[in-house]
């Protein structure tokens, strides 16, 4: 029959063993990461930084930005008169 000590030297072992097992595969996926993400991750690098450097300066993207809130507004202006142009026939 196991006693007090016994258990206590079972559940030792198994704690052990355990963070051993946690350490492996906590190794593992960090190596997984490395080799398997970071390749992908740093395409996507690449990738974003080629789309940056063809959308040109911040300066064009204001002009852009006013353009598109006063179409916006025309639009909503000419759907308001649709609107009233229906109710009407």
Do not use: C, H, Y
């Amino acid at each position: 029959m196991l006693d007090k000590q016994d258990l206590q030297a079972i559940r030792d072992l198994v704690k052990e063993e355990s963070a051993q097992s946690r350490q492996e595969i906590m190794q593992g996926v960090s190596v997984l990461m490395e080799s398997d993400f970071r390749p992908q991750f740093d395409l996507l690098a690449e990738g974003q930084q080629a789309i940056l450097e063809k959308l040109g300066p911040l300066d064009d993207w204001e002009v852009m930005d006013t353009r598109v809130s006063a179409l916006e507004a025309m639009v909503r202006k000419l759907n308001r008169e649709v609107a009233a142009l229906k109710k009407a026939q």
